[in-house]
């Protein structure tokens, strides 16, 4: 688990960053526009990943004919509860 997720089962504070099944939460860093080979986790919107480590690691889900790729593992349960929610993000 990330350490952003990890803290948020702690249940601290978030400020005003917004996690996309609307809990606060955030890496702490402003992560740049996904390239060709990166991606956005539809979880939480503004980490990326690269497709490749995100491959390695098991990251991905795929929905509707479509891959998505997750900034880490505690996003995928949340993605595989709802899929529909996370897949509208893009």
């Known amino acids: 688990m990330c350490e ?3 803290s948020h089962a702690r249940g601290h504070d978030h400020g005003d ?21 990166a991606a956005e986790c ?3 919107p503004g980490s990326t990943i690269s497709k490749a480590d ?3 690691a098991g990251l991905v889900r795929d929905y509707e004919g479509q891959r998505y790729y997750l900034c880490c593992a505690a996003c995928g349960p949340l993605f ?3 899929p529909a929610k996370y897949a509208s993000v893009r």
Do not use: F, K
């Not at 099944?21 to 992560?31: I, K, Q």
């Open 4 to 6: 952003a997720h990890s």
């Open 17 to 37: 960053q917004q996690h996309a099944d609307g809990h606060g939460h955030g890496h702490g860093l402003s992560a740049p526009p996904p390239s060709d080979g």
């Open 42 to 44: 539809p979880v939480m």
């Open 54 to 56: 995100a491959e390695d």
């Open 80 to 82: 595989d509860a709802d």
